[in-house]
């Protein structure tokens, strides 16, 4: 079975009962939860689309987020991760949105920004922001990316209380 797959069914499962459609915006998960969830017979019913935001390009081109905020606060940030979830649900005809940008690692972390290090943000059609800075250390990337997506599912799971 798939890792998050009870999580992403019960998140599924409460979305699909108050008629809200989820989408992605992903950057160090490649895609990972939006394939937790499409994993779930019936996802279709709720998954509206991903966004594999991985480079800079790609979340300022689907996501419209300016430039200039990645340059100033960087991929991996508060700032960005809001961005991307609010554009995530600007782009789409979702309810909410689930945002993910982070070091994965091996490499690319520094001093502020350590390996391990990962934005989640949760936008709902409501207003509603929520955001999680979590360090998960160098556990490995495969790791990081699982863990990220549990607790991806965790902050959506909080919107949708």
Request: charged share 20%; with cysteine.
């Amino acid at each position: 079975m798939v890792p998050g797959y009870d999580e992403a069914r019960a998140i599924l499962d409460r979305a699909k009962a108050r008629g809200l459609l989820i989408t992605t915006a992903e950057s160090c998960t490649g895609g990972l939860i939006a394939a937790t969830l499409a994993a779930v017979p019936g996802a279709s019913a709720v998954l509206e689309r991903g966004f594999v935001t991985y480079s800079n390009e790609a979340k300022s081109d689907l996501l419209g987020i300016p430039a200039s905020l990645i340059m100033v606060h960087g991929a991996v940030s508060r700032e960005v991760a809001i961005a991307m979830a609010i554009g995530a649900l600007a782009h789409s005809p979702a309810d909410i949105a689930v945002a993910v940008t982070g070091i994965a690692g091996p490499g690319g972390g520094t001093a502020n920004k350590p390996v391990g290090l990962v934005h989640i943000a949760v936008h709902g059609s409501d207003g509603r922001d929520l955001h999680e800075e979590v360090r998960f250390g160098d556990i490995g990337r495969h790791e990081v990316q699982r863990r990220t997506v549990l607790a991806a599912f965790a902050l959506m799971s909080q919107l949708l209380d």
